[in-house]
């Protein structure tokens, strides 16, 4: 193991602007799924616990009993729970091995819809996990494919996809076929929430591969090559955890994906220190796909509050669906370190996700501007489950999660909304607004 970098500031020019970056004392917690789901061969390797005999039937039934019983977005608009266990029932207890039924059960997930609902261990030819490993968010309408959103500093913007480019193929195959191979499902048996979905996925391609894309925009078709979308997400985990920069009298934390690594309560002290003598603040919480946990937002948000307040609202449904009374709290922070004086601003948009979308219900809780377009949807707090009779690893949102005016967390959008929150070389939207907002202030 090599020693680890010494926490540093690193200046660095940007145009004229100051810019620091504060770089990673240790590397950001990897997703978790691509943590967890590549552990089986190598516990077997290193001695450890078997693999669980393979029986389809009672796996089958784990895994239904654990969706019906504990998952908290099983029925929502556009995702009926009990209709997609009936179309893969057969297809999972008639799996001939472990293999084949995981690729079943991730089939079953894609159709419900959400990126935090994940199945594994993955194997080279599944589909990349999303928003982690994705730098394209589509939008399909009339059974037409476009390009919605694309990622700053990604394989996909440094090629000129833009949006509103249409997509006509990826890897050799149609959008439409791919939609339907991603959640195993004739097209017409599925909604525009799964469509999207699938869509959104077949966007960030397979794990770790590079992907070949057709577009068609006012100047014809172009044939693209685009970088595996994994190689984004393991240059941010390498970098640092939080850049500062300043712009006149704004001074902007932008944090790098890095919400579940602790260091990061201190490396956010740091900065937010560095810019005591600004007027306004803007955290930056458009590249967090990964999300984090609640340690983390806590001490972030811990310097914007005075006392305590709540931030965000849990529901375990299990308590109400197996046992009878409903179980309901709030979580709250408490203040912690200095508390920055300034006017506060925390952007989002589809690159947010998780306990990043925590975060931005959490400031807007306490009174922060928040801005910025719709979020990634990473539905609920996760936990990460096995079923009896196979080495099946899921990650499932077992809370349901709300504001604490009772919106779900999934329905929140930024106060100041914006179609595109994606920054360029050229342009930031989130900082003109702001930046337009207080010349307009004056």
Not at 14 to 38: E, K, S, Y
Not at 73 to 79: A, K, Q
Not at 324 to 353: D, I, Q, S
């Amino acid at each position: 193991m090599t020693a680890a970098t010494p926490n540093r500031l690193l200046p660095r020019p940007d145009n004229g602007r100051r810019r620091w970056t504060i770089a990673r004392q240790f590397p950001a917690l990897v997703l978790l799924a691509g943590l967890l789901f590549a552990l089986p061969t190598a516990v077997a390797a290193q001695g450890g616990a078997a693999a669980p005999r393979f029986d389809a039937k009672a796996a089958w039934s784990a895994f239904t009993t654990l969706l019906r019983e504990q998952y908290g977005y099983f029925e929502r608009p556009g995702v009926d729970g009990n209709a997609i266990l009936a179309a893969f029932a057969a297809r999972a207890t008639e799996a001939p091995d472990d293999t084949a039924f995981i690729d079943v059960l991730q089939l079953v997930s894609h159709n419900f819809a959400d990126p935090h609902f994940i199945v594994g261990p993955f194997d080279a030819g599944d589909w990349a996990i999303i928003p982690t490993a994705s730098d394209l968010h589509g939008r399909v309408e009339g059974g037409v494919f476009r390009i919605e959103q694309v990622r700053a500093d990604s394989a996909a913007r440094a090629a000129g996809i833009a949006p509103g480019m249409i997509v006509q193929q990826i890897d050799g195959a149609t959008p439409r076929a791919l939609v339907e191979a991603i959640t195993g499902r004739d097209w017409a048996a599925l909604s525009p929430v799964q469509i999207g979905f699938a869509f959104d996925i077949a966007l960030a391609g397979r794990r770790g591969q590079p992907r070949t894309l057709v577009i068609a925009d006012g100047g014809g078709e172009r044939r693209l090559v685009l970088a595996a979308t994994r190689d984004q997400a393991q240059r941010i985990d390498k970098g640092p955890l939080l850049d500062v920069e300043r712009r006149g009298r704004l001074g902007i934390i932008r944090i790098n994906n890095s919400l579940g690594n602790a260091a990061l309560i201190q490396r956010f002290a740091e900065a937010l220190e560095m810019l005591a003598d600004t007027d306004a603040l803007l955290i930056d919480l458009r590249n967090t796909p990964s999300g984090g946990n609640t340690s983390v937002a806590r001490g972030i948000l811990g310097h914007f509050v005075d006392s305590e307040m709540p931030y965000q609202v849990h529901v375990i449904p299990y308590e109400s669906r197996v046992l009878g009374p409903p179980r309901k709290f709030v979580e709250h922070v408490l203040p912690f370190g200095r508390r920055y004086a300034g006017k506060v601003h925390v952007a989002g948009g589809r690159w947010t996700g998780s306990m990043g979308e925590g975060l931005m219900i959490g400031f807007d809780a306490i009174g922060a501007a928040t801005i910025g377009s719709d979020l990634a949807d990473l539905l609920g707090a996760l936990s990460n489950e096995r079923i009896a009779g196979s080495g099946a690893r899921i990650d499932i949102g077992t809370e349901q999660l709300f504001t604490v005016a009772g919106q779900p967390r999934a329905d929140f959008r930024p106060r100041l909304y914006l179609r595109d929150a994606e920054r360029s070389a050229s342009d930031d939207p989130v900082v003109t607004a702001i930046l337009s907002s207080a010349g307009s202030a004056r």
